[in-house]
């Protein structure tokens, strides 16, 4: 379950930033493999 502030955050990706769900979700899921701060791992 994604906290607040983690919603809220994916909420700006996606309005602000317009980044696709897709592009988001397979962060999210490499995340899951190796963790590490979301910002980082969708600039990469």
Known sequence: ML???HSKFI???QEELSLST???TLALRYREQ???PL???LWQ
């Open 34 to 36: 190796n963790p590490g």
């Open 11 to 13: 909420r700006f990706l």
């Open 22 to 24: 897709s592009s988001i």
């Open 3 to 5: 906290s607040a502030t």
């Open 39 to 41: 910002p980082m791992i």
